[in-house]
């Protein structure tokens, strides 16, 4: 049995919404797990039965080997982040973080210690003072952060902590998050509906939708074999363009174009997928793209245009590619990369 | 800088309402250090008599009543020990049953919730009469207690607290309670702080609902060891003086501006939480 153990757990709330179908998932010791998925896909709901917010409608939840279904939140030894932070508006930044500490009946001294040590590593020892009130959000996002690590839980976990942070922030706090987890070596998981915030924290991803684990692994595992439809289109950014086909006799003919001897028996309706970086120009082209717009990243171009039939598709180049508004540019997909789905059940078919 | 005539008018404004609120305590405070005479044959004062020192002692330390033992510092202190007792116990019951309803969530809170805020359709005086039964049962008449217990609830202060409490986020119950806090901690190293300039203003309120309360001590205290201050007016009023049946005006204005005395203590004291209680929900 790993660390924390998720059996067949089912969510449905008083009002009948039912927002976690049977997820079993395992969390490995030290693992650092992020829960992915759009808005309102369950996510949520799953850190918080782990965290004993919510009860468990059905299904068992293990942490360190002990079934915990029943167990009180304040029992379990673990620690949660909140997305706007929760932090106690009355207390001192001191106070926030030894308040959990104080409730476990530690002593003055090891708590003073502790609350220091942690206020370094976070950088926070300047406004230990000072009420929640006074902190800009980064500082405060660091509280709640201090506030979890000071009391050493089992568990990490973080409902998305970055959602209220500016753009600049959230990519240093991210980084400051993934290193201090790596530090302190406590399992954690993480809630986001942000992919590049998910592929960039993950030891392991789940792709979460409509309350069901879609795809579990770590986040190259992801991109590279998205195992549906909805991972391949949420995971990847730009996103994964998508094109209507058909599979006979082992030729697929899409949009405008054939693959021969594809590596499939599938046969019927589907969806082909093509990355926009899994693109490149050459002569013998698959596809032909009228280009309406070029976004400069610096790094990348992404080319944003459409085919002979009027379907928007992105194609990703190097940003020493000059590429006019109005080209013609011939594409092909590199190394047979495209990714073949089931149009019905969105399965992957290839 | 310049001076707006908005600004003046605001001013004059301003300063005649200071006036309606400070001229007749100010009469008052001067009619008691005259002789009562003077009152009586020139009407109310302006200006600071000779007789400030004599009334004062006087009321403060004349036995009166029928036994000729109460004085007025002895009705004060009832009064003081009466409205403290009320405004203490109504805030923490209120606060506490407020706690109640908000975080416990079983299905009757709302139904009580309402039974407890039809309460204020039938106040005290209404039900007088079953309440002194149920006191003179109990044996509590004629004891602080008995003065004391029956005004204790107060739907007012437990609206108050219900509604205030519905402001605070979920996520700070959810954080304290991973954080290890019970029910109990939640109340006391949350709850209570952050509802604190609330608790101030409350208790001022309550307190003066309770000092000024007339009908139940009257009904409630037969012994004169327990009378209250706005009883005491009564006695002072009715008395004679040196043979002949002249009121005392003087000593009653005296007694008057004595009478202020604890309450605006108690404002003078809160009023630094009381404005911010009114003003604000401090979060
Ligand atoms: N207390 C509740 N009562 C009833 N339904 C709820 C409750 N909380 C959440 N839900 C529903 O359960 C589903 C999952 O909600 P959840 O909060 O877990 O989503 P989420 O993945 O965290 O979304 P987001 O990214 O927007 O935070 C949603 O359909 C939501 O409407
Ligand atoms: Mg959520």
Redesign the pocket.
């Known amino acids: 049995m790993s660390f924390l153990d998720l059996k067949n757990v089912t969510k449905i709330y008083p009002n009948g919404t039912k927002a976690v179908h049977e997820t079993s998932l395992s969390v490995d010791e030290g693992e650092f797990m992020v829960f992915v998925g759009p808005s309102g896909c369950g ?2 709901t799953l850190l918080r039965m782990v965290a004993g917010l919510e009860d468990i409608t059905e299904g068992d939840i293990n942490l360190d080997g002990k079934l915990i279904n029943e167990v009180d939140p304040s029992e379990r030894d673990v620690a949660m982040v909140f997305q706007n932070y929760a932090l106690y508006p009355h207390m001192n930044v001191y106070n926030n973080l030894a308040y959990g500490l104080k409730n476990r009946g530690i002593d003055k001294e090891t708590i003073e210690q502790k609350v220091n040590d942690a206020a370094k590593l976070l950088q926070i020892s300047d406004y230990l003072q000072r009420k929640p009130s006074m902190l800009s959000g980064g500082q405060r996002q660091r509280v709640a952060m201090g506030r979890a690590i000071v009391r050493n839980p089992k568990i990490f976990l973080f ?2 902590p970055l959602s209220n942070l500016d753009a600049k922030l959230r990519i240093q706090m991210r980084l400051e998050i993934k290193k201090l987890q790596q530090k302190v070596g406590v399992t954690s998981i993480f ?1 986001t509906h942000d992919q590049v915030e998910a592929m960039t924290l993950a030891d392991r991803l789940a792709v979460i939708n409509n309350g069901i684990i879609e795809q579990l692994g770590t986040p190259i595992e992801i991109y590279d074999n998205p195992k549906s439809l909805f991972v391949a289109g949420f995971i990847g950014s730009p996103q994964m363009n998508f094109l209507d086909g058909n599979i006979k006799n082992k030729t697929l003919s899409a949009e405008g174009f054939e693959i021969k001897d594809i590596d499939s028996d599938f046969e019927g309706e589907v969806k082909l997928g093509i990355r926009p970086e899994h693109l490149s120009q050459s002569e013998n082209s698959l596809i032909n793209l009228k280009v309406d717009l070029v976004e400069q990243l610096g790094s990348d171009n992404l080319v944003y245009g459409q085919l002979k039939n009027k379907k928007d598709f992105c194609y990703r180049c190097p940003g020493n590619l000059t590429i006019e508004k109005g080209a013609d540019l011939s594409l092909n997909i590199e190394n047979n990369k495209y990714y073949i789905f089931d149009k019905s059940t969105g399965k992957r078919v290839n | 800088m310049k001076i707006k005539p908005l600004q003046i008018i605001a001013h004059i404004i301003l300063i005649l309402g200071v006036l309606l609120m400070v001229v007749p305590i100010w009469i008052s405070f001067a009619s008691s250090s005259h002789d009562s005479v003077t009152i009586l044959t020139e009407g109310m004062k302006f200006h600071i008599g000779d007789q400030l020192a004599r009334n004062y002692n006087e009321v403060l330390n004349e036995k009166g009543g029928w036994s000729e033992e109460v004085t007025a510092a002895k009705m004060f202190i009832n009064s003081f020990i009466m409205a403290l007792g009320i405004a203490t116990l109504k805030v923490v019951i209120s606060a506490m049953s407020a706690y109640a309803l908000v975080y416990y969530r079983f299905k009757l809170a709302v139904p009580i919730f309402w039974l407890i805020f039809i309460t204020l359709l039938v106040p005290l005086e209404v039900r007088i009469f079953p309440s002194y039964k149920i006191v003179s049962d109990l044996g509590l008449t004629n004891s602080y207690t008995g003065l004391i217990l029956p005004l204790v609830a107060s739907a007012t202060a437990t609206f108050f607290f219900r509604q205030f409490y519905k402001t605070i986020p979920d996520e700070l119950l959810e954080s304290a309670k991973l954080d290890g806090a019970n029910a109990w901690s939640f109340f006391i190293d949350f709850l209570v702080p952050l509802s604190k300039t609330m608790i101030a203003a409350m208790f001022i309120f309550m307190f003066v609902y309770g000092y000024s309360q007339y009908l139940w001590p009257l009904i409630m205290t037969t012994a004169e060891e327990y009378w209250t201050v706005v009883m005491g007016m009564k006695i002072i009023y009715t008395e004679s003086y040196e043979g002949v049946a002249l009121p005392r005006t003087a000593e009653r204005f005296a007694y008057i501006i004595l009478s202020m005395i604890p309450p605006v203590l108690v404002v003078v004291f809160l009023q630094k939480w009381f404005i911010k209680g009114l003003i604000q929900t401090e979060k």
């Open positions: 996510k949520s409902d998305e809630v």
